[in-house]
């Protein structure tokens, strides 16, 4: 099945990616900016003498750190957050997306999951991308669903809200807009097959809906897995922090009308909206990013007043990668969709049409295109000065990365009492993970994090995509416990 006709056609009318933009002057100053004080900052590097041969690590450490400023502002109204109980009176009707490709492994778990919430979807829906695994017999033997030919839909007999529509293997974006096409709710949430939800999620991506009409897009909070080897919780011991950090920082942008990021493991999304400016882009590496783009894009040019939430209520944990290879090709596309989306809406950067997301939030991104780069070539020149001899430099770049980690620590602390607070206890308690998170995480994981986004540059500019088959065994960990 290809994407539908009707969602093809409005992504053909509106997709920035096929309707490119004239460039604008803006987004030339701040992406061109950007690229040439990385280069000039590090040519000049063996001229200088002191610190100030640093200049890049500087300019790093600098930008990182008015960005925690802004965010530890933002966040400020975290403090006294209180929890609202779910509406009983709040029915939309919802829809449960699951794009799965060779998922036989997971994916009874995870729909037995939506099936034990306390207020179930009204339809589960998988759309099944062309696996070639044994999802057929999983679901045959889980729940009585004989495989469908291509391109048709079933329903279990044995569990009224389960549908089955089975593709031939096209990616993500196709399996979600056929998806769409296939059903009529008004709520739609996608859900990875990796990704538990807890009792009470959908009750509270339900209400968040109904108690805002000009939502459009919302995220709940997740807490990544991994499996259970040495490197397995070296990865979710980052990885959590790295999550609490990048949440809180959406509710910070969320605030000023300019939140981008939410995340397609769990996702809810306003159906009609979706579907009016033309559903997932098949040719993105993030199909979930590149939609809010469209979304804030067709709320400014219609007048809509549309909005994008974090959902503190709804909660969910999902699989992430334990292993090096698997971060690195995870953050490789991650970073190279990235790239896709700040490229293809560069029209928007700096664009004042777009309020705060336009003059605030797209030139923070515009630096972020680089940010990664600065990280690797700062911590290149500091082994290069050591190895040198350059004693003199060196010493004075380590009390600058000092006082960066103090900075850190305090945000992280700051962050976790917040969190904490936001999400109702999904972390664990004690603080000396968090204060060794901060020690080490600047000379080990966020390294690996700027390695996978130098890559995601090669993805980008060699223009390639790929839906690769990932192990599951931090999800299954966590089942079978």
Not at 33 to 47: D, F
Not at 307 to 319: Q, S
Request: hydrophobic fraction near 50%; charge should be positive; glycine fraction near 8%.
């Amino acid at each position: 099945m290809t994407m539908s006709s009707s969602i093809e056609a409005r992504f053909n009318a509106f997709s920035p990616r096929l309707n490119r933009r004239p460039i604008a002057f803006p987004a030339v100053a701040l992406h061109g900016g950007a690229l040439l004080a990385l280069v000039v900052l590090t040519a000049q590097a063996w001229g200088q003498t002191g610190i100030f041969a640093w200049s890049v690590g500087l300019a790093y450490l600098t930008y990182d750190t008015v960005l925690l400023i802004f965010v530890g502002v933002q966040t400020l109204p975290l403090r006294h957050f209180v929890p609202r109980p779910p509406d009983a009176s709040a029915r939309p009707t919802l829809a449960v997306l699951i794009a799965a490709h060779n998922e036989a492994a997971v994916l009874e778990q995870t729909i037995r999951a939506l099936l034990a919430q306390q207020d179930p979807p009204d339809i589960i829906l998988i759309a099944d991308d062309g696996s070639t695994d044994p999802t057929p017999a999983t679901m045959e033997r889980a729940f009585a669903m004989p495989a469908p030919c291509y391109g048709e839909l079933t329903s279990s007999p044995t569990v009224l809200p389960l549908r089955w529509l089975r593709l031939s293997h096209g990616g993500k974006a196709r399996a979600l807009n056929a998806a769409l096409e296939a059903i009529d709710s008004d709520i739609v949430l996608t859900v990875d097959a990796d990704t538990i939800l807890a009792p009470d999620a959908i009750a509270a991506m339900r209400t968040a809906f109904h108690r805002e009409p000009a939502l459009v897009a919302a995220t709940g909070l997740l807490r990544p897995i991994c499996d259970r080897s040495i490197a397995g919780r070296m990865f979710e011991w980052f990885q959590t922090y790295e999550y609490v950090r990048n949440f809180i920082s959406r509710f910070a942008w969320m605030r000023i009308d300019g939140l981008l990021l939410i995340s397609g493991a769990f996702a809810g999304f306003r159906r009609e909206a979706v579907v009016a400016v033309g559903g997932f882009d098949p040719e993105c590496l993030v199909e979930d990013y590149e939609l809010i783009h469209r979304l804030h894009r067709w709320s400014v040019d219609h007048d809509r007043g549309w909005k994008v939430r974090v959902v503190g209520e709804a909660r969910a944990y999902t699989d992430a990668p334990g292993h090096i290879g698997a971060f690195l090709r995870q953050r490789q596309r991650w970073f190279g969709g990235f790239l896709q989306t700040q490229y293809w809406n560069r029209d928007m950067v700096g664009n004042p049409r777009f309020g705060r997301l336009g003059t605030m939030m797209l030139p923070v991104k515009a630096f972020d295109t680089v940010q990664p780069l600065f990280g690797l070539v700062a911590f290149a020149l500091l082994v290069g000065f050591a190895l040198g001899g350059r004693l003199p430099v060196v010493g004075p770049i380590l009390i600058a990365m000092l006082a960066k980690v103090a900075i850190d620590l305090g945000f992280h602390a700051w962050s976790i009492i917040l969190y904490r607070r936001w999400s109702g206890g999904m972390l664990p308690e004690g603080w000396s993970h968090v204060i060794a998170a901060s020690f080490v995480e600047p000379f080990t994981f966020q390294l690996l994090r700027h390695l996978g986004a130098a890559l995601g540059w090669i993805a980008f500019l060699t223009r390639s995509s790929t839906w690769t088959k990932a192990k599951r065994g931090g999800l299954l960990a966590r089942v079978e416990a």
